[in-house]
């Protein structure tokens, strides 16, 4: 049957990884699944299997990043992929080349996979809709609307430590309006048929739609975080802030920062996760992200295996190649 | 066709391997191919070294078909029990006919370390090779014709059967 949504081909696999919305619970599963199958690697004495032997990925990074960069480096060296690693913000759009020129120009050198980061919302999916056939995209986060691998990463580091989701309550707090995580995230737990998915944020920094998304929406977090299974710090991401979002760094620490007070409020086996970059002392104190119920190195592990599952999974079924039978 | 019980194989390969096992300072190392290739090295296993660890590889990360065949997360990922730098391994799988399967386990073996020796067992040879890999020790050799799939159903029982590709959709 063929698929209106470009991320699947015509028998329902991917093709391109750029949102989470549009993609079905046998996906998400089969990602969580291959990464799971992926963390071995790992403790290898050889840490590389040869899924993407002689294809080469670029990694176009037109807004900064530190993680997710690296670990889709290290994700693609892990799978033998040659490489090519640009930051697009000091090259040539700055001397004035448009995004499909440089589009064109990097496809000239024959690139298999395209690993995007972009500050505009929708940038992949431009690019994917502008690829040759045969060749893939994948969105490492475009502007405010989605960070799919950053979301299923999430999604295993909540099934690694919690097992089901359907008895879970999930608490996303903070800066809910600009963050394509938070957007990717809720559209996973709710694929996932996550028990209760909770947003806590001041009314300023949510979306006019947000209940819409089917969360429940708490301005409290005290309220908000009683007895939740996960707790999801979000950046307050200081550089898309336009006009008098929030009073100061300080009240907002008062008023949503998660203190070890705030975190006896939820479950006492309650996870605490963050994508990072986190600002010490402004959303998360510090002694709450070095303490024990703090899992944010870990995520920071499975990111690796769960970008390895999806380039492999891209590879593997859509088949960047096709030859005749063995 | 009147296919040989599986039992009656493992056995003739246990005898065959028995002396592989003679030196108790270096014991050899286990390792089965997913799936069926597992059963019949967790039945070597019992029989020959009962106190050992079993190796599992699922090699499809390996396979010269991947962009065509893709991932099966349902197959349990690799395990190496130990180190196997330096030491003897015995690789086992039900079926040898192509010799890729084989290629791309030894493609992972040299990932995990540098062993002194491999060493292949197999259920059934059933020729037809694609590239020169040969066991070391085969339960039974058996003429097929090409367009005949042979497989191993099991755990539990363990049992060969035979399908005709023709009326067999893959």
Known sequence: MPSSNIQL????????????????????????????SFTSVADRTIKKVPILRGKTVANLFFEASTRTRSTFELAEQRLSADILSLNVDTSATVKGESLLDTLQNLEAMQIDMFVIRHQDSGSAYFFAQ???????????GDGQHEHPTQAMLDMYTIRHYKQDFSSLR????????????????????????????????????????????????????????????????LRLQKE????????????????FGLSQERLRLAKPDAIVMHPGPANRGVEIESSVMDGAQSVILQQVSFGISVRMAVMSMIVGQSGLQSGADA | MSLPSVEALVEKLTQALTPCFSSPESQPVIVGIETGG?????????????????????????????????????????SLPTDIDDRTIILVDDVLQSGRTVRAAMNEIFDYGRPKKIVLAILID???????????FVGATLQLDSASHIKLEGPDPLKLVTKSLENHAE
Do not use: C
């Not at chain 1, 081909?9 to 989470?20: A, E, P, T, V």
């Not at chain 1, 957007?183 to 806590?200: C, D, F, K």
């Not at chain 1, 898309?240 to 008023?255: D, I, N, T, V």
């Open chain 1, 9 to 36: 081909d015509d028998n329902g696999k991917l093709r391109h990884f750029l949102s989470i919305e549009g993609l079905n619970r046998e996906i998400l599963n089969e990602i969580l699944d291959t990464a799971e």
């Open chain 1, 130 to 140: 502008h690829v040759r056939p045969g060749v893939s995209v994948l969105n490492a």
């Open chain 1, 170 to 233: 999930v608490a996303i707090v903070g800066d809910i309006l600009h963050s394509r995580v938070a957007r990717s995230q809720i559209h996973a737990l709710n694929l996932l048929n996550t028990g209760e998915v909770r947003v806590i944020a001041p009314r300023t920094l949510l979306p006019v739609d947000t209940e819409s998304l089917g969360v429940s929406v708490y301005e409290d977090l005290e309220k908000g975080l009683d007895g939740v299974d996960v707790i999801i710090m």
């Open chain 1, 240 to 255: 898309r802030m336009r006009g008098a979002l929030l009073p100061s760094e300080k009240e907002y620490f008062r008023k």
């Open chain 2, 38 to 78: 597992v059963w019949i090295a967790e039945q070597l296993r019992q029989r020959l070294a009962p106190g050992a660890e079993l190796g599992r590889l699922n090699i499809s990360f390996y396979r010269d078909d991947f962009t065509r065949k893709g991932l099966h997360p349902t197959v349990k990922p690799s």
């Open chain 2, 126 to 136: 059933r020729g037809e090779r694609e590239i020169p890999v040969q066991a070391d």
